[in-house]
């Protein structure tokens, strides 16, 4: 069985992970409007049960999971841990005595219960008592109203509110100010502010090497020139080298031998990391781990579809793509800050070539828009390799997460 999915993030107000929202369709060619609610939730249970593990999703965070009141009458929330899933109650479900019966054992059993998309009524107020969540899209409420909900539920403060379609900076800032708890969108993945942010001697130097990096044929020398000269680098390379992730059978003596040792590919997704890290240490970690799926999906697809002699410009350009965020300023002026290729100053400037068209998938994959991900793999000629990728993204990037905090 092939899984198809896509997680968005769910931050809370210090823009701290706190779950993934998972959004599932049946396979690329079998996208909505095609699978309706009730069949895309029972092969999420399913997969969670005999395909995959939750946690290989989520990070060992709360996935939440939308239900249908008929795959809630059928008992499916008890399939899943309490602490492995928060249920969200599905807009389309009304509200009635069946349904207020099931949010009523649900919360005596321990599992946190959410309404997804909520829109106002009277009647939600016998609910409030065991509810822990109110989703609240900020795409299509207005302001008055939300006002309105967040008045009617003080005598429940209990309730967490989260904001849903936060798209905007601006928009993040409003729900803030509004005093919502939890927060899902890409805001943080748009300039916050517009300004330059002037880059230390040690950022210079990896900007350098990232520009070393992004031929196809590398010169050693230059790099490794580069690294002798910054002895924080360089011990990074030698730790990066002596981790699990690499068998070596002979002792690293020279730094010209660890970039040997790695070969071009490691170095240039090490490089990138660093890059990334470095320069987003007042960033949510999400963003990191955002930029590093990214990559990695850019470079198996890039791996799979043979169109690159050097598959690491896709994982470049991946990892590039949400610096303007990290530098909270223009992709324009990261750009020029940046001596990349032109093909990937391309993709990230004016969206042409084929690594923009890899760019573009991802980027749908994590807003769950199917129909344009399965248009884009369809003009690629590329079938199911490409939910494989995606989740062979997904653990990769958590293997590399972990070395970061080893670090």
């Given at each position: 069985?092939?899984?198809?999915?896509?997680?968005?993030?769910?931050?809370?107000r210090?823009?701290?992970l706190v779950?993934?929202?998972l959004?599932?369709?049946?396979?690329?060619?079998?996208?909505?409007?095609?699978?309706?609610?009730?069949?895309?939730?029972?092969?999420?249970?399913?997969?969670?049960?005999?395909?995959?593990?939750?946690?290989d999703?989520?990070?060992?965070?709360p996935?939440?999971?939308n239900?249908t009141?008929?795959t809630?009458?059928?008992?499916?929330?008890?399939?899943?841990g309490?602490?492995t899933v928060?249920v969200?109650?599905?807009?389309t479900?009304?509200p009635?005595?069946?349904?207020?019966?099931?949010?009523?054992?649900?919360?005596?059993?321990?599992?946190?219960?959410?309404?997804?998309?909520?829109?106002?009524?009277?009647?939600?107020?016998?609910?409030?008592p065991?509810?822990?969540?109110?989703?609240i899209?900020f795409l299509s409420?207005?302001e008055?109203?939300?006002?309105?909900?967040?008045?009617?539920?003080?005598?429940?403060p209990?309730?967490?509110?989260?904001?849903?379609?936060?798209?905007t900076?601006?928009t993040?800032?409003?729900?803030l100010?509004?005093?919502?708890?939890?927060?899902?969108?890409?805001f943080?993945s748009?300039?916050?502010m517009?300004?330059?942010?002037a880059?230390?001697?040690?950022?210079?130097?990896l900007a350098e090497?990232?520009?070393?990096?992004?031929?196809?044929?590398?010169?050693?020398?230059?790099?490794?020139?580069?690294f002798?000269?910054?002895?924080?680098?360089?011990?990074?390379l030698?730790?990066y080298s002596n981790?699990?992730a690499f068998?070596?059978?002979a002792?690293?003596?020279?730094i010209?031998?660890?970039?040997?040792v790695?070969?071009a590919?490691?170095?240039?997704?090490?490089?990138s990391?660093?890059?990334?890290?470095q320069?987003s240490a007042?960033?949510p970690v999400e963003?990191?781990?955002?930029?590093?799926?990214?990559a990695?999906?850019g470079?198996?697809?890039?791996?799979?579809?043979?169109q690159?002699?050097?598959?690491?410009?896709?994982?470049?350009?991946?990892?590039?793509?949400?610096?303007?965020?990290?530098?909270?300023?223009?992709?324009?002026?990261?750009?020029q800050?940046?001596?990349?290729?032109?093909?990937?100053?391309?993709?990230?400037?004016?969206?042409?070539?084929?690594?923009?068209?890899?760019?573009?998938?991802?980027?749908?994959y994590?807003?769950?828009d199917?129909?344009?991900?399965?248009?884009?793999?369809?003009?690629?000629?590329?079938?199911e390799e490409?939910?494989?990728?995606?989740?062979?993204?997904?653990?990769?990037?958590?293997e590399?997460?972990?070395?970061?905090?080893?670090?």
């Open positions: 069985m092939y899984f198809y999915a896509a997680r968005q993030p769910i931050l809370d210090e823009k701290e779950g993934y929202e959004l599932f369709r049946d396979g690329v060619d079998n996208v909505f409007p095609d699978i309706d609610g009730d069949e895309a939730t029972t092969k999420l249970i399913e997969g969670s049960q005999f395909n995959f593990g939750l946690e999703l989520t990070d060992n965070k996935a939440y999971i239900f009141l008929e809630l009458l059928k008992g499916y929330p008890t399939m899943l309490k602490d928060v969200e109650i599905l807009e479900v009304q009635g005595k069946r349904l207020l019966a099931i949010v009523k054992d649900l919360n005596e059993k321990g599992y946190t219960l959410a309404l997804d998309d909520y829109i106002h009524q009277p009647v939600w107020r016998h609910f409030y065991f509810i822990n969540i109110i989703k899209d409420t207005d008055e109203t939300i006002k309105k909900i967040i008045s009617d539920l003080k005598p429940f209990h309730i967490k509110l989260l904001a849903e379609k936060v798209e900076y601006e993040y800032n409003l729900a100010e509004l005093g919502f708890d939890y927060f899902q969108g890409f943080f748009k300039p916050e517009v300004q330059s942010k880059l230390p001697p040690s950022e210079m130097a090497l990232l520009y070393e990096t992004s031929s196809v044929e590398m010169d050693l020398k230059k790099i490794t020139d580069v002798e000269r910054d002895v924080n680098l360089s011990y990074k030698l730790r981790s699990a068998a070596r059978r002792e690293i003596s020279t010209k031998q660890a970039l040997i790695l070969g590919n490691e170095i240039k997704k090490l490089l990391l660093l890059f990334a890290a320069v007042d960033k963003l990191i781990r955002l930029s590093l799926t990214r990695r999906f470079e198996l697809l890039a791996i799979s579809h043979g690159f002699k050097d598959t690491g410009m896709a994982f470049l350009t991946g990892m590039m793509s949400l610096m303007d965020a990290i530098l909270d300023e223009s992709m324009e002026s990261v750009m800050k940046l001596p990349l290729s032109a093909e990937i100053k391309a993709a990230l400037l004016n969206d042409e070539g084929l690594l923009a068209q890899y760019l573009n998938l991802v980027k749908f994590e807003h769950a199917w129909e344009a991900a399965n248009n884009i793999a369809q003009q690629l000629k590329l079938g490409v939910a494989d990728a995606y989740h062979e993204a997904l653990t990769w990037v958590n590399q997460m972990q070395l970061m905090v080893k670090e």
